[in-house]
C-alpha cells in the first residue's frame, strides 16, 4: 500500500490539465486531537464541478478531512491542523472562518435549521449577518433558493413559519438553500441524508447530481450504493490514512488496493 502520495485521477495526472480546475488540493494535511492523530499526511486534489465521495468505515477520518476544508477545528479545544490546504489555489490560512465559510458551506448530517427563526429568516440569514437589508432583494433571494434546493412548492406559502414546522426532509434542503444563498464556491456535506427517509434521501441526491454545474461538491458518505450513485470521484479512507483516490467507477469496479476491496465488497467495515 502507498502511504505517500496518491496518485489522483488520470484526468488530474495529465500535464496539460492545468491548476484552474482543481478545486482543492491538500499536501501533508494532518488533524491531532490531544496529540491523536485523526488524519495523517492527506494529499489529495479534488476537482472543481465534480462531487467528489469520502468514504470508508467508522472513525477513519472522513468528517475530520471534511471539517478542516473550512476551519472548522478553529472551534474545537487541542485540535491541531499541520500542513496546507488550497482552495481554488488560494491558501485558506489567509483567510478568517468567517471568510471562508462564505467559499465553504457546509451541510450537517442532522438538520440545523436555526430554530427560532422562520423560513424565510433561515434562508437569508447570512445574507443578514452580512448587512444585507434590502427586502425586495431578500425576496428574490429566498425564493430563487428555495427552488434551487427544491422546497419553494412546499414552502412558498409558509415563509413566516417557524423552520422547525418542516419535516426532517424539508428541514436539510432549508439547510442546503441557506448554505447556496451566500454564493459558496464548495458545498461539503457531512453524511447529509444518513437521517433522512428513502424518499427525502431521493430528492437530495438529485439536488447534488444538479448542483454540481455550479459547485464543487465534497460528500461524506457511509452509504457506499449512494456514493456509487451521486459522485464522479471517490476517495477511501482508513484509520486516518487515504488508502485510494480514483474515479467512482474506477474505485467500484476495480480497486487498485487490496484494502479498498476488502471494504467495498464488505469484508469489514
Known sequence: MNEEIIEIDTDLSDESEKDSKVAVQTTDLSVYFDERAAIKNINIKLRKNRVSAIIGPSGCGKSTFLRSLNLMHDMTPKAKVFGEILIHGENISEFNSVDIRKKVGMVFQKPNPFPTMSIY?????????????????????????????????????????????????????????????????????????????????????????????????????????????????????????????????????????????????????
Open 121 to 269: 429568516d433561515n434562508v437569508v440569514a447570512g445574507l443578514k449577518l452580512n448587512g444585507m437589508t434590502k427586502k425586495v432583494l431578500l425576496d428574490e433571494i429566498v425564493e430563487k433558493n428555495l427552488i434551487h434546493a427544491g422546497l419553494w412548492n412546499e414552502a412558498k406559502d409558509r415563509l413566516k413559519s417557524p423552520a422547525v414546522s418542516l419535516s426532517g426532509g424539508q428541514q436539510q434542503r432549508l439547510c442546503i438553500a441557506r448554505t447556496i444563498a451566500v454564493n459558496p464556491e464548495i458545498i461539503l456535506m457531512d453524511e447529509p441524508t444518513s437521517a433522512l427517509d428513502p424518499i427525502s434521501t431521493a430528492k437530495i441526491e438529485e439536488l447534488i447530481y444538479n448542483f454540481k454545474s455550479e459547485y464543487t461538491i465534497v460528500i461524506v458518505t457511509h452509504n457506499m450504493q449512494q456514493a456509487a450513485r451521486v459522485s464522479d470521484q471517490t476517495a477511501f479512507f482508513y484509520l486516518g490514512k487515504l488508502i485510494e483516490f480514483s474515479k467512482t467507477r474506477r474505485m467500484f469496479t476495480n480497486p487498485k488496493e487490496t484494502l479498498t476491496e476488502e471494504y467495498i465488497t464488505g469484508k469489514f467495515g
